[in-house]
């Protein structure tokens, strides 16, 4: 049985910085595309951060064009952890963050959320002074 679990979340000023785990037991997240997404309050799901399988892919990290620059995403295989470093945050980015694996696709993509299986939870950060 595959669980994704998101930790990390919190309140934090604008121009601070916190640090998404996503905890993963019943795959290995070094084999598949992993992403992060978010969703605001009547806002839809969109896509911040993915990268490619680091086993049948290059590893590479993706980005929406709101995040480039503050956040990174990176992965742990030792402990089946995947991260979303956010610095400088901005009260637009208070949101609901899940991270998600494709079991299929080794490269990520963040324009499609269906093509993600596996959801955690949902960690919530909120950018407020």
């Known amino acids: 049985q595959v669980q994704l679990v998101e930790s990390g979340g919190g309140l934090v000023q604008p121009g601070g910085s916190l640090r998404l785990s996503c905890s993963a037991s019943?795959?290995?997240?070094?084999?598949?595309?992993v992403a992060w997404f978010r969703q605001a309050p009547g806002k839809e799901r969109e896509g911040v951060s993915c990268?490619?399988?680091?086993?049948?892919?290059?590893?590479?990290?993706n980005y929406a064009d709101s995040v480039k620059g503050r956040f990174t995403i990176s992965r742990d295989a030792a402990k089946n952890t995947a991260y979303l470093q956010m610095n400088s945050l901005k009260p637009e980015d208070a949101a609901v963050y899940y991270c998600?694996?494709?079991?299929?696709?080794?490269?990520?993509?963040?324009?499609?959320?269906?093509?993600?299986?596996?959801w955690g939870q949902g960690t919530q950060v909120t950018v407020s002074s």
């Open positions: 019943g795959l290995s997240l070094a084999r598949y595309s």
């Open positions: 998600a694996v494709d079991p299929v696709q080794s490269d990520c993509g963040l324009g499609s959320f269906p093509r993600y299986d596996y």
């Open positions: 990268i490619n399988s680091q086993t049948t892919s290059d590893g590479r990290a």
